[in-house]
């Protein structure tokens, strides 16, 4: 049986979309609070962070300013405020009505949320992931759980 070189983490997060890259920041985040020193591994299947997030979003961005208050003076890639919520009723298939704003359920209005582009979001996570500590390993997929001794 051959030794294998390995690696070792405190904790290994699978997938830097938007809730890994979020969870490796607050880990690190907790951990520096606490005054602990945490090893934190993110793999990602893509060849670069953001590499498999092509959509646009809007955001609400409470949670953002729950995990960096000062997301606006890091740079963070948002910046187009919603100016106008629109719905239209599509009657058939080259007529519709536009929607009175009052009909318009409260979680599906928009104003004070941000439209932006959800891989360059996962970019600037990546960055401030690492700048915490966190190391980001692109192009690594992860396909199974390997266990040896009781741990992962």
């Known amino acids: 049986m051959s030794e294998r070189e390995s690696m070792e983490f ?6 830097a979309g938007p809730c890994g890259l979020a969870a490796a920041c607050r880990v690190l985040q907790l951990a520096a609070a606490a ?3 945490v090893s934190v591994c993110v793999v990602e299947k893509g060849a670069e962070v953001g590499a498999h997030i092509l959509s646009g979003a809007v955001l609400e961005p409470a949670a953002l300013t729950e995990l ?7 740079g963070a890639p948002v910046a187009t405020a919603v100016a106008k919520d629109e719905f239209l009723w599509l009657r058939n298939g080259t007529a519709s009505t536009a929607v009175p704003e009052f009909l318009i359920p409260r979680p599906m209005r ?7 582009s959800l891989g360059r979001l996962c970019q600037w996570l990546g960055q401030q992931a690492e700048a915490l ?4 390993f692109p192009g690594f997929a992860a396909s199974r759980v390997l266990y040896e001794d009781g741990r992962v």
């Open 10 to 15: 405190d904790v290994v997060i699978v997938g």
């Open 110 to 116: 928009n104003h004070g949320n941000y439209i932006i």
């Open 68 to 74: 960096f208050p000062d997301w606006r003076e890091r």
């Open 133 to 136: 500590g966190a190391n980001l």
């Open 35 to 37: 005054g602990r020193e």
